[in-house]
């Protein structure tokens, strides 16, 4: 199984950006995904998730900012983050679970400058 992230980058506070996560290497249509962070010194932590429905999960920091969506068709997932924060800074980790087994991708970098 691959799961690759893309779309960080730089934005200023108050800015916007949105992540995409492609996965691939699996034939099931019942898996979850999610969008963990982790900021330099701190634990990674749980931002979004969506699951094998489309029930979702947001950290209580993102409620009313991020949104996630998934589509299981193609086997993607977008967190759409509005009215970023500097404290939102942090490596974005793209997970796939599929069955009882955990997909991690290699994350990206998202800057929010003050």
């Known amino acids: 199984v691959q799961v690759v992230e893309s779309g960080g980058g730089l934005v200023e506070a108050g800015g916007s950006l949105r992540l995409s996560c492609a996965a691939s290497?699996?034939?099931?249509?019942?898996?979850?995904m999610g969008w963990y962070r982790q900021a330099p010194g701190k634990q990674r932590e749980l931002v979004a998730s969506?699951?094998?429905?489309?029930?979702?999960t947001y950290a209580d920091s993102v409620k009313g900012r991020f949104t996630i969506s998934k589509d299981n068709a193609k086997k993607t997932m977008s967190l759409q983050m509005n009215s970023l924060k500097p404290e939102d800074t942090a490596v974005y980790y793209c997970?796939?679970?599929?069955?009882?087994?955990?997909?991690w991708g290699q994350g990206t970098q998202v800057t929010v400058s003050s």
């Open positions: 997970r796939v679970v599929v069955g009882w087994e955990f997909y």
């Open positions: 290497g699996f034939t099931s249509n019942y898996y979850a």
């Open positions: 969506i699951s094998i429905g489309t029930a979702t």
